[in-house]
């Protein structure tokens, strides 16, 4: 098996390595897996803005229409309703790997995170596609490393009730390396620590969603345990501007691709006091098993070899989530978000 080292060079398709005139940077095709969701829906946004033709693989399962129905009739935009787990036949020059239900009340994740990963790593290994895969920051499981630096190997409880989603992405990122070693393959891997903003999951239990969901409907805040465990937390425009760098750099990574900005859930509770409802009052519930006590990611490493860094605080961030949230849970028909 031979690979074209820049076999995600559009370049490539034409005799000597040149795009002819009239084809170049016409932007690429880019196929985002999951591209119906909550990240999924605003890299596309970007993608098609720059000029990409754009294919999105969802089946739904907890992504919407709504979030990439701005786009249709859009002759560089197209939509597969298609799960996964499923083998698919495609021609494009890159993929961002997203599909796979992120939150805690899905369960189906290991098929997904196996299997759809291994369809979508053949797929790129049979069309020379570079490759980027969204792991997560639950890799680190229930962190002894603080902050996480990327060459910490984590500390996950294998048949613990969070191991179907931290131990699939941890095979996701070994059948990464698998097939960039064996196949060749350009492949691309960020660890995304706990992200926000509009177009996410109203009801989908992760704590920002909740808390904001709950003070917009004058519900109090489910803190869990005794909310003295802590995330940090990254506005969605960020992430997205580093996954992009991180697929057209020249580095594989793994790169933790989150906010250092740490908190902790009694915190959180409070930023969503202060910016939706001073009142809203707060209830403890018993915490779910193995919640990891504490997360925040070192970035360093995408600091320096990919020049990015967050730019978006939590304060500046919420609001601009809270005004989703209010338009889709009050009804409000413009329910795409920003
Ligand atoms: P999301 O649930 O909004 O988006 C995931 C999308 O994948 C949805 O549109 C869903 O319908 C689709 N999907 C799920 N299973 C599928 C399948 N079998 N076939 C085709 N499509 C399928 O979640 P998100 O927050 O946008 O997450 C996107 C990616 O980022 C995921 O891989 C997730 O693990 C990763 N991630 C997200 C966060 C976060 O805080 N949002 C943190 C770490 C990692
Ligand atoms: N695959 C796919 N689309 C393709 C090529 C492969 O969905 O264009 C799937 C294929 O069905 C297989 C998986 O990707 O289940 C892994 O493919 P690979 O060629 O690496 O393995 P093999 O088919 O040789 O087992
Ligand atoms: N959490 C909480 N109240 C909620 C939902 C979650 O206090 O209504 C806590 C949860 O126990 C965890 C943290 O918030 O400590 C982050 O949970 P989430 O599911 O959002 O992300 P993850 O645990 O995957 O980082």
Not at 7 to 20: C, D, E, L, S, Y
Not at 47 to 64: C, E, K, P, Q, W
Not at 206 to 229: C, I, M
Not at 249 to 275: R, S, Y
């Amino acid at each position: 098996f031979s690979v074209d080292p820049a076999a995600h060079n559009p370049a490539r398709h034409f005799v000597g390595g040149k795009v002819p005139l009239g084809l170049k940077r016409k932007g690429l095709r880019v196929l985002v897996t999951g591209g119906a969701g909550f990240v999924g829906s605003h890299l596309v946004d970007r993608l098609v803005a720059r000029g990409d033709s754009v294919i999105v693989v969802d089946n739904l399962f907890t992504g919407r229409k709504e979030n990439v129905m701005h786009h249709f009739g859009n002759p560089n935009f197209e939509m597969i309703r298609h799960d996964v787990v499923e083998p698919i036949l495609l021609e494009v020059d890159q993929i961002y790997h997203l599909a796979c239900p992120a939150s805690p009340v899905h369960y189906n994740w290991h098929k997904t995170n196996v299997v759809g990963t291994l369809n979508m790593l053949g797929l790129a290994k049979r069309i020379g596609a570079r490759f980027l895969l969204t792991s997560t920051s639950e890799v680190y499981g229930d962190p002894l490393q603080h902050p996480q630096v990327e060459t910490y190997w984590g500390n996950v409880n294998p048949i613990g009730v969070r191991s179907c989603y931290d131990e699939g992405k941890r095979t996701a990122e070994t059948l990464t390396m698998d097939y960039h070693r064996g196949a060749n393959l350009e492949v691309r891997i960020a660890r995304i620590f706990n992200t926000y903003g509009p177009r996410m999951c109203i009801d989908d239990g992760r704590v920002v969603s909740n808390f904001v969901a709950q003070a917009l409907r004058k519900e109090p805040l489910t803190v869990y345990g005794d909310g003295k465990q802590t995330r940090s937390f990254q506005y969605v425009s960020d992430l997205v501007e580093g996954l992009m760098k991180l697929m057209e750099g020249e580095h594989i990574g793994p790169f933790n691709l989150g906010n250092p900005g740490e908190f902790t859930m009694l915190e959180l509770a409070k930023v969503v006091q202060d910016t939706i409802d001073p009142n809203a009052r707060i209830e403890f519930r018993e915490n779910t098993q193995d919640d990891p006590h504490k997360r925040k990611p070192d970035i360093t490493k995408a600091k320096e070899l990919l020049g990015w860094e967050p730019k978006i605080p939590l304060r500046d961030g919420l609001p601009l989530m809270v005004t989703d949230f209010r338009k889709r849970i009050f009804g409000d028909q413009d329910g795409a978000g920003t």
